[in-house]
Every structure is written in structure tokens, then in C-alpha cells.
């Protein structure tokens, strides 16, 4: 179970991703007051993004809410802080991971050492990057194992390779 505030991290950089409909995505439901859950027993699609607009009524360029449909033809309206976007199983593994962490707002370096994926963070906060790196790899089954940092200057921002096995089994997307 995750807490709001440890995935309300993405957020701010949504902006600069692009389009996302089509894409298929996971939602957080709450799991009462403050505490919500990554359920991926329904997958849905994007069909829709809502764009707020500034002060003077023009479009800005980032979502806040997304319109997702299920199987079934439903569709609701989401905050962009309860999706999670689903991996794409047709690339290979390191694609796969470098697609999804991408389309989740974690922009990195991926590339494979011996049996391992590593996920290159530069001068990315503790929290809303190598924290959601963590989560998001979790998510569909992947353990952290090793995190080497590479650059710090004593804040909360600083550089590391976060090393990553597949857990068989678990979390498969």
C-alpha cells in the first residue's frame, strides 16, 4: 500500500510528455482517508486529456486530468496523480523499462549490467525521483538491489545508479 504523499511526485512533469492517449494505464483507488493502492486488475485506456487553462483563458500545455476507458466501454474522468502508465511487453526488457519509466515522468538512462537492469538518475530528488524509480519498478516486479551514488552535494538532489533484478512472478505486468 502506498501513501499519497509518496506517489504524488509525477505530477509537476507531466507537462513536458506529450500526448498519452492511447496509452493503457493502472489507476490508484483510495484505501480510505489518507492511503490509496496501485490496482492493475483493470487496465485502461487514455482517450482523453484535459488541459487547464492560465489567467486570461489560454490552453497551457499540461494535463491535470485524464478521460480513461475500461473493457467494457465505461469511462470517468481521472486526476493525473492516480495513473500510473502500464509497461509495453512488446519491446524488449531494456526498452520496456526505459518506455515506462519515461511515460511515468522518471526520465533516467536505462541500460543492463550482467543480469541487471540499472536505471541512471542525474541529480534527481530522493523522493520523487529515485523513491518513484523504486516504486514504479516494484510495480511490475523488479527489486532494487544495489544503489550506487555517483554525484551528491549534501542536499536532497543528488545522482545515482539504481540496480535492478526481475523478482519471477511477481508484479508481471
Known sequence: MAR??????HNQK????GTKIGKKVWL?????EYSIRLSKEKVYEVVGENHPKDWNGNV???VDKYSVRDEEGN??????????????????ERDMVADYLENNALHCDVYTEDDE??????????KHD???SDNLMSYIGYLCVD????????SDTYSADHYYMKREGIGNA
Open 4 to 9: 499519497y504523499s509518496q506517489v504524488n511526485k
Open 14 to 17: 507531466h507537462h513536458t510528455m
Open 28 to 32: 490508484y483507488e483510495p484505501m480510505g
Open 60 to 62: 497551457m500545455h499540461w
Open 75 to 92: 469511462e470517468r474522468e481521472v486526476d493525473y496523480n492516480y495513473v500510473v502508465f502500464v509497461p509495453n511487453t512488446d519491446l524488449n
Open 117 to 126: 537492469i540499472v536505471a541512471s538518475i542525474t541529480w534527481g530528488d530522493w
Open 130 to 132: 529515485h523513491g518513484w
Open 147 to 154: 544503489e550506487q551514488v555517483t554525484e551528491e552535494n549534501g
